[in-house]
């Protein structure tokens, strides 16, 4: 762990110290990579959430048109946390506030 924490200094010692085509590569770099956890962590979330939801309608079929409601409410609050991600990384793309 320490080995990767001193990798990832020395990276960003390399990209603040150059003329700023550095940053912008790692800029593009870390907004990829966290709009692709954000998406991993959301398909998760999205899954887990039908699977719950097809579970308990399983259990009890009279109360599945209330389960489905609300399962409808949960994939677009988690939706919602993923373009929030991709909002932020067109920012730190396009308007990097650390240029």
């Known amino acids: 762990m320490k080995k990767f924490l001193f990798l990832m200094i020395a990276f960003a010692t390399f990209a603040f110290a150059g003329d700023g085509e550095m940053l912008k590569a790692y800029s593009v770099i870390a907004a990829s990579l966290g709009l692709g956890i954000a998406a991993l962590g959301g398909a998760i979330g999205m899954g887990n959430t039908a699977a719950a ?3 308990g309608t399983a259990r009890n079929p009279g109360i599945g048109a209330k389960l489905m409601t609300t399962m409808f409410i949960a994939l677009a609050m988690i939706e919602a946390q993923v373009i929030y991600a991709l909002v932020v990384s067109l920012l730190v793309l396009y ?3 650390f240029m």
Request: proline share 17%; glycine share 0%; net charge neutral.
């Open 95 to 97: 308007a990097n506030p």
């Open 53 to 55: 939801t097809i579970a």
